[in-house]
Nanobody, 119 residues
């Protein structure tokens, strides 16, 4: 199973950006899908996650500005970043907890996409 991210880049403070993460491979189900980020010199931190059908968690630092959503038919999920701030700069990683066709459970990470918020 592979995760491919897209949508990163340079964005000015207050503009919007949408990240996408597409999963492919032998997937029976995706049980949780999330976004993490890592700023220079800092540890990777959870940004947002969807668990099951409807449970959504946001970190306090992005609550009210970022929205995570999913398209089950495409095994794709998104992170809509509204009103980004300079402190949102970092490498964004998507990840998924999934069940494969043999009913084993795994966690997989994307390769990361750089988001830079700067004027």
């Amino acid at each position: 199973v592979q995760l491919v991210e897209s949508g990163g880049g340079l964005v000015q403070p207050g503009e919007s950006l949408r990240l996408s993460c597409a999963a492919s491979g032998s997937i029976f189900s995706i049980n949780a899908m999330g976004w993490y980020r890592q700023a220079p010199g800092k540890e990777r931190e959870l940004v947002a996650v969807i668990t099951g059908s409807t449970s959504i968690y946001y970190s306090d630092s992005v609550k009210g500005r970022f929205t995570i959503s999913r398209d089950n038919g495409k095994n794709t999920w998104y992170l809509q970043m509204n009103s980004p701030k300079a402190e949102d700069t970092g490498v964004y990683y998507c990840n998924a907890d999934y069940t494969d066709l043999s009913r084993f459970e795994y966690r997989v990470w994307g390769q990361g996409t750089q988001v830079t918020v700067s004027s």
